[in-house]
């Protein structure tokens, strides 16, 4: 600081900006905002290159044309497919049992909602009903209880526990049928079997919703589901840095139509995304095993703490659908635990301040364990007599496990329900 910019130049010296080099003139036939294409290597990249490119470039209309009807098939324009979405989607049907040669298969969608909007604007058609499970997430319902309505497409609901109760509901113009494997924050467990069985006597498709289950714990076209979703922001991708969705179909027709709503209608990837989500999968099975381990424990942990009123979570025998959840899920329950105290707001503010390690943050699936409150987050716009209904008060909470320590985690919580109960 005080030092002049020219200090210790010899007054006799140039001034420096004088030094800088001049401009050349252009060559001839060079021209710095054309492409030049990297020089070829007899060796290839370990990691799948990031193709940020929103398009590509060919190599004449014949080119085009077979790139376009399948012949030679070719990226053309990033909306309409990039390197980095196949890859992922291929990972991802790998993990949900699809064979891509078969015309089976994913497409990656720019969000989890972007991927049920596709499925639902691919399937549906004038006079068309829709059939939704009583509890799905916040914006599913959403679009459920207005923007289909509003958009010319009756919705109902049933619950999705009972197939009766679904069985009931169906309509002859019931063209979908919308259900989670697991609901949040309650964590009940649909009766997929039940509620395919039903709609295939009606001629309905039956579209699952597998984030919170995964497909390590759950693959839904084993059971015989029309379409499966994810929202990939959550536990496969894994690390809260890319906002994505999977939607597949069996039938090569139907998936081929669900891309096709996906590309029409702007629902498509971002490629740094893709490769984000593509590095986040290659951890995915270590991580999954890691915190539904964690959560088992901590849920039994919690259930013995005094303080707490109730624990959800479906790997406990008190679980309501423990027995359901057992047949469906081979051993693995999941990293998401809910519980309750038997607290209102001041406190709940309390309990999120006190466990000040566990990132209060209206999400899930991330490396590390976070923490949320529905009745301000997910579940601020349900009416409150239903959210009562569900058992869900200004005390529950929802942790989403990670795969830290678990003592550490225990310690944590213990920390915070002090923070929230000790006056
Ligand atoms: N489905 C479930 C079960 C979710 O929990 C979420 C988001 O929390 C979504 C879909 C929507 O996914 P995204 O946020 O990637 O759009």
């Not at 004449?60 to 890859?87: I, K, M, T, W």
Request: with cysteine; glycine share 8%; charged share 20%.
């Amino acid at each position: 600081a005080g030092v002049p910019p020219d200090a210790g130049v010899p007054p006799d010296r140039p001034p420096i900006a004088a030094a800088a080099p001049q401009p050349t003139a252009a060559r001839p036939g060079r021209s710095l905002v054309r492409r030049e294409a990297p020089r070829a290597f007899p060796s290839t990249p370990l990691v799948t290159p990031l193709y940020q490119s929103a398009v590509y470039v060919a190599e004449s209309p014949d080119a085009l044309d077979a790139a376009y009807e399948g012949r030679a098939p070719a990226p053309v324009y990033a909306r309409e497919g990039h390197p980095n979405a196949q890859v992922l989607a291929t990972k991802i049907d790998w993990l949900e049992g699809l064979e891509r040669d078969a015309g089976e298969g994913g497409i990656i969608t720019s969000s989890g909602m972007g991927a049920i909007a596709a499925a639902a604007l691919a399937v549906l058609s004038e006079g068309d009903h829709v059939l939704g499970a009583t509890q799905l997430y916040g914006r599913t319902t959403r679009m459920l209880r207005r923007d289909l309505p509003r958009l010319g497409f009756p919705v109902t609901v049933a619950d999705p526990t009972d197939a009766a109760a679904i069985a009931a509901a169906i309509r002859p113009e019931t063209r979908l049928i919308v259900v989670e494997t697991v609901s949040n924050p309650t964590l009940r467990v649909a009766d997929i079997p039940g509620i395919i069985a039903a709609a295939r006597e009606a001629g309905a498709l039956v579209m699952v919703d597998n984030t919170f289950t995964t497909p390590r714990a759950f693959r839904p076209f084993e059971w015989g589901a029309d379409i499966v979703v994810h929202s990939v922001t959550k536990l496969l991708a894994g690390h809260s840095d890319a906002t994505l969705g999977y939607v597949a179909a069996r039938d090569p027709e139907l998936r081929a139509d669900i891309e096709d709503a996906a590309i029409t209608w702007g629902l498509t990837p971002s490629p740094f995304d893709c490769w984000l989500a593509e590095r986040g999968l290659h951890s995915f099975a270590l991580r999954y095993d890691r915190v539904c381990e964690n959560a088992a424990e901590l849920a039994d942990h919690l259930a013995d703490l005094p303080q707490v009123e109730q624990v959800l979570y479906p790997g406990r025998a008190d679980h309501p659908d423990h027995a359901l959840a057992q047949r469906l899920f081979g051993g693995q329950w999941g990293n998401i635990v809910t519980f309750r105290l038997g607290i209102g707001r001041p406190r709940a503010n309390r309990f999120v301040r006190g466990a000040g390690g566990l990132a209060f943050a209206p999400t899930l699936g991330d490396i590390a364990t976070t923490l949320s409150h529905p009745v301000s987050s997910s579940h601020r716009s349900m009416p409150r007599t239903e959210r009562v209904e569900q058992g869900i008060t200004e005390g529950t909470f929802r942790l989403s496990v990670g795969i830290e320590d678990i003592e550490l985690l225990k310690e944590e919580l213990e920390r915070a329900i002090a923070a929230a109960l000790d006056d």
